[in-house]
Each structure stands twice: as structure tokens, then as C-alpha cells.
């Protein structure tokens, strides 16, 4: 597991739809086009310019990292309440789970039992867990 994808909220960033399916389509997109040529005339294209600079930028550095490393919404409630508090994952505070994660647990259905790992075998546990998901292709969009 690499710590610097884990987030405040107990999400894996490493197993999100965007780092698993995304970003590889993004970088065979991109190397196809430029195959094809598009390079050279991607500017001739109603805003191809910024679509080739934005499409380039996710092939080669990747979509994202996590909310820790300064990735996602920096005006994410949780995030900004953990940063407060001094807590490297909420399921560690003595408050979990508060009313800022009803819209979380929602959107991702695996995220209580995921905290819930978190809290009650720890952090080995936890990134096992993640671990094994990843190893299978597992994305967050796939419990939805």
C-alpha cells in the first residue's frame, strides 16, 4: 500500500475508477492520437489546444493524488475537519462517525465496514484490504 494515496475519509485513492480505468485510458488515448498525427493538427480544432494540454498533462503525470498530498476538494468538510484535529484517517477520532460522513457513506457503500476494519484490527488490517482490492481491479464505482 502507498500511504500517500490514503485519505482522511478512509477512502483508498488507489482504488478509485479514476486511478484504476481513467488514467490508463487516458495515456492510450493520448499515445493513439498522437500515433494517428492529431499532434500536429489538434490545433485546427474548436479548442483543441487546451484539449490536447489537458489530455498530455493526464497521460503523462497522472490524474490525481490524494486529498493528503493535495489532491480532490480543498473545501471538503471532512478533509478540513481531520486537518483541524490533527488526525491522519477520521476513523481514529474519538467522534467517528459524525454527520459529515451521511453524504460519504452513501456514495461509497464499502466506506463504513472499510472505517469500522480501521478502528477495530487497525491500520494492517485495513491496508490489506485495500491491498487485496487492488490486486483483483476493485474500483469504488463497482459498489455502486
Known sequence: MNEKYTCYCGLYCENCAVKVKIGPASRTLYEEMKKAGFEGIIHMMPEGDKFWTFLKGMAENGICTSCKEGGGNPGCAVRMCAKEKNIEMCA?????????????????PVLKQDNLTLREEGISAWSKLQDDRQARGFTYSDEK
Open 92 to 108: 481514529l477520532c474519538e467522534s467517528y462517525p459524525c454527520e459529515k460522513f451521511v453524504k460519504f457513506f452513501e456514495g461509497y
